[in-house]
């Protein structure tokens, strides 16, 4: 008996070392799979609602609320107001009739009005299909630019991070579309993708690491027209906004830091960062943060490494996506739509140049996690989707360093060699 369990064992260990348990066909069946799942709680829950408020009490697209609540202020001349707790939520529910629904805070710089005004022009309902809609097809454009193959879609569209964030009506779609978009255009059309990453300024939260990689790898002239991009949009929001708007949201940030973040109201389960682990866990507010820049420190160090080596970009790529959802301490679970971008460009890698033990079952545990991580932190108290994260990290790494390791040895190796009638060692560097 104890022979067979431990031969059985064995064979799931090699087959999660390996990888072979995820052939293309169980890859194509899981996405399909979810993606039915999805077809029917979707409409479903929907149909089950009181109009555009669910049998919960929340409105239909939760978060979209707070967008189309400060949008409506906007139309009315009032943006300042959508930063003031009281006056937000009533707004909100404005937007359902004056029916009692819970408050969803608008935290997000005033650039962000421009999306607010346009899902306002239109009702409710309409604004968030075209809100989902459209930054849906943004991220799968994404997607399929990074790695180009017939899956692609299936696999990404099937990423259950998409239906936290539809579930949500949130942004994770198109911050997963600027930065996978910038990081693909960043050799191809690096003026364009400045422009992305400027944008990506409206989740301050993300931009801690990404200027540090680029100016590690050299990317000037990305960072200028990121920095441009920035300040136009200040222009722009001061011209049609006015200064106001932007004292309020200074004057705001204190009760996102304290409640929002320090308190946990919007929930220990939901965020993903290593703050939220250990607040979740007991420890102090100052504690959290001094572990959390901790990790943050080790993270600029190593990615201002790896940028400057000669590693492969899809490594450097993926490195910097899921280093900035580990870097800062508010990250939620719908924000794991950026994981993809993490996942799309190691399996562009590996798909190249073959997958070592363990890749494969880690891109697959991080592909699964957003499914898992809110409920398994919220019975068990272990932060899931911190860890995986965590272990994505270290594996990209690790597959970097070899790499550096083998190119190094073989670069060192040409010099050795040049001149010499047996020579032809460098042709060997191809396909590292």
């Excluded at 072979?20 to 066909?25: C, K």
Aim: aromatic share 12%; net charge positive; hydrophobic share 55%.
């Amino acid at each position: 008996m104890n022979a067979k369990f431990c031969g059985g064992m064995t064979h799931i260990w090699q087959g999660l070392r390996s990888g072979e348990w995820l052939t293309a066909a169980r890859a194509r069946g899981y996405s399909l799979i979810l993606l039915g799942i999805c077809a029917i709680v979707i409409p479903t829950w929907i149909a089950l609602s009181d109009g555009l408020v669910d049998r919960n009490g929340n409105p239909i697209g939760t978060d979209f609320s707070n967008v189309y609540a400060a949008g409506t202020l906007t139309w009315q001349g009032r943006p300042a107001e959508a930063y003031q707790p009281a006056l937000q939520l009533a707004a909100e529910k404005a937007v359902f009739g004056g029916r009692e629904v819970p408050f969803y805070g608008w935290h997000y710089p005033p650039f962000f009005f421009a999306i607010a005004v346009l899902v306002a022009a239109v009702p409710y309902a309409w604004g968030l299909a075209i809100w989902l809609a459209a930054s849906l097809a943004a991220y799968l454009a994404a997607m399929r630019a990074i790695l180009p193959r017939p899956e692609t879609l299936l696999i990404a569209a099937a990423f259950p991070a998409v239906f936290v964030n539809i579930g949500h009506g949130q942004n994770g779609f198109l911050t997963a579309a600027l930065l996978g978009g910038a990081l693909h255009l960043l050799d191809r059309r690096p003026w364009l993708a400045g422009i992305l990453i400027g944008c990506l300024a409206y989740k301050p939260q993300f931009g801690v690491l990404i200027p540090l990689a680029l100016l590690a790898g050299g990317r000037w002239n990305v960072v200028g027209t990121a920095a441009l991009t920035v300040a136009a949009l200040l222009v722009l929001s001061f011209v049609t906004l006015g200064g106001g708007v932007w004292h309020a949201f200074a004057d705001s940030m204190h009760f996102t830091q304290t409640v929002v973040l320090e308190q946990g109201g919007t929930g220990w389960e939901k965020i993903q960062s290593v703050f939220s682990a250990v607040r979740m866990w007991g420890a102090g507010v100052h504690t959290a943060y001094a572990i959390q820049i901790s990790l943050a420190l080790m993270l600029a160090a190593s990615l201002v490494w790896l940028w400057q080596s000669d590693a492969a970009f899809e490594l450097k790529a993926s490195a910097l996506a899921t280093g900035s959802l580990l870097a800062t301490p508010y990250v939620l679970d719908y924000d794991l739509v950026v994981l993809a971008v993490a996942i799309a460009f190691f399996a562009r890698y590996g798909l190249r140049r073959g997958f070592r033990d363990c890749e494969i079952s880690v891109l697959a545990a991080a592909w699964i996690v957003p499914l898992l991580s809110r409920s398994v932190a919220g019975v068990t108290g272990i932060p899931l989707g911190l860890l995986v994260l965590l272990a994505l990290y270290v594996f990209t790494l690790r597959r970097a360093a070899t790499g550096s390791r083998r190119i190094g040895t073989l670069a060192s190796d040409c010099r050795k060699a040049a001149g010499e009638p047996h020579g032809r060692v460098c042709e060997a560097g191809q396909g590292t």
